[in-house]
């Protein structure tokens, strides 16, 4: 074995049955991580923006809540923390499913549902945004 030889092998970690098949990495993982850190990231700020308008509105009466949410910032602010809180959950329970389902068709059931229900409460979170921010 020369030493070029050894070199190529020292550099694959694969499994001998996946090097035989061609069958490596499906590439998606790094995406799929930058995604959730970067929803996080977003999280940290607007549950942050979050929690002091609740605050703010702690005694307020209702004209005074639904006039808040109707500026056109809080409702920008309002709809992005609704987005990103379920894409941010989706990506978490995908990753949950993926470790510990190990029967395909309930893996794949569990996200068509988990997927379902987030677009679900999204579009309802956003369409209530949208009615009060848009005064209809």
């Known amino acids: 074995m020369s030493a070029n030889d050894s070199s190529k092998v020292a550099k694959d970690f694969r499994n001998p049955l996946k090097r035989a098949r061609g069958l490596g990495s499906a590439q998606s993982g790094v995406g799929h991580w930058w995604t959730q850190r970067l929803t996080a990231a977003a999280l940290v700020v607007l549950v942050l923006w979050f929690v002091a308008t609740v605050l703010g509105l702690?005694?307020?009466?209702?004209?005074?809540?639904?006039?808040?949410?109707?500026?056109?910032?809080?409702?920008?602010?309002?709809?992005?923390?609704?987005?990103?809180?379920?894409?941010?959950?989706?990506?978490?329970?995908?990753?949950?499913?993926?470790?510990?389902?190990?029967?395909?068709?309930?893996?794949?059931?569990?996200?068509v549902l988990i997927r379902f229900l987030a677009v679900l409460g999204t579009l309802a979170g956003v369409l209530a945004v949208l009615r009060i921010a848009l005064g209809a």
């Open 58 to 111: 702690l005694h307020a009466d209702y004209a005074t809540a639904r006039a808040t949410v109707a500026k056109p910032w809080n409702a920008v602010l309002l709809a992005a923390f609704i987005i990103t809180v379920f894409w941010h959950a989706v990506l978490g329970l995908q990753v949950v499913i993926e470790d510990y389902v190990h029967t395909r068709w309930k893996e794949v059931s569990s996200m």
